[in-house]
């Protein structure tokens, strides 16, 4: 009589077929030196048809060739010898579904080696774990984005603007910054309400970004102010910029609810005083220079 312990290890005949056919994951054997498919559990065969002795990449990806990702490589040692199992994840070519695979060499009852890969179909976790990416992405984008203009906010401009600096000085390149400040903003609050003043911060961004090179970062600081940090720029390429947003805006015509609304902005521009300086001595000269833009009768640019 068997003992009671060989009884519990040893599977009947025909046993380890039928579990593995009532399994919910894919099961296969391929020759790793022929890739002809040798097994296929009846979960994969539902899905992929019956193998019939073809090679795994023909059936499995629909490919006519060997799999540039096979694993074969990873799974024996090297002399040859079978090493541990290895686990990973991929996008099937066949029906695009995702996959975590545990694949291991072991060699069949014939001698030859072969790779068994148990295939869980982990398509619904990955689609969960990139909406929750993208929320993050989202969420990220929306706490570094100004909602209203899609410019930079205070804190992502002051941010890309200290990278810049770092690179510029690593460079020896001269930095330049604009500040501005729209004109008589209030008014346009006051007269026609903030949802027309909305319109005009809109149109204002949509200008700064159209104009400003995409390396340099610009931002909306707060209210009606904005600003712009160059690299490798002069104080005269920096009041060319200035000049030309000067001219665009006062050039608007910006409808809103049916009027006809106008806008202005007083410029500051400044650059580097010396090695040292940070992004925000650099701007509160450039802002000192608005502020004079502003007195001198606004619509304006001013140099530090």
């Not at 074969?72 to 070519?93: A, C, K, T």
């Not at 903003?185 to 909305?198: E, L, M, S, V």
Request: some cysteine; charged content about 30%.
């Amino acid at each position: 009589m068997p003992s009671t312990e060989n009884q519990a290890t040893h599977l009947p005949p025909g046993a380890a077929e039928q579990l593995l056919d009532n399994m919910d994951v894919l099961v296969y054997v391929a020759d790793m030196e022929t890739h002809e498919l040798l097994y296929m559990n009846e979960y994969g065969r539902a899905i992929w048809g019956e193998p019939r002795g073809r090679h795994c990449w023909e059936v499995l990806q629909n490919r006519t060739s060997p799999c540039p990702f096979c694993t074969n490589d990873q799974l024996v040692d090297d002399r040859g010898i079978p090493s541990g199992p290895y686990v990973w994840e991929f996008r099937n070519e066949s029906n695009h579904r995702w996959y975590q695979c545990r694949d291991r060499a072991m060699r069949w009852p014939d001698g030859r080696l072969v790779r068994m890969e148990v295939a869980t179909d982990i398509t619904e976790r990955k689609a969960a774990e990139e909406a929750a990416e993208e929320a993050r992405r989202r969420a990220d984008s929306l706490a570094r984005e100004d909602v209203l203009t899609g410019l930079n906010n205070r804190r992502a401009f002051l941010e890309r603007a200290d990278l810049l600096l770092a690179a510029a000085r690593r460079h020896q390149q001269p930095v330049a910054a604009i500040l501005l400040d729209l004109d008589w903003f209030k008014h346009i609050n006051d007269q026609y309400g903030h949802g027309a003043g909305d319109v005009v911060l809109q149109a204002v961004g949509e200008v700064i970004r159209s104009e400003g090179r995409q390396t340099d970062p610009s931002g909306r600081l707060g209210g009606e102010e904005f600003a712009i940090v160059m690299a490798d720029a002069s104080v005269d390429q920096a009041r060319t910029l200035a000049e030309r947003l000067r001219r665009r805006l006062a050039a608007l015509a910006i409808e809103s609810d049916g009027a006809c609304l106008s806008v202005t902005a007083s410029f500051g521009v400044a650059t580097l005083s010396d090695p040292t300086e940070t992004i925000s001595t650099l701007l509160g000269r450039a802002d000192q220079a608005m502020y004079r833009a502003k007195l001198a009768g606004r619509n304006r640019v001013e140099v530090a």
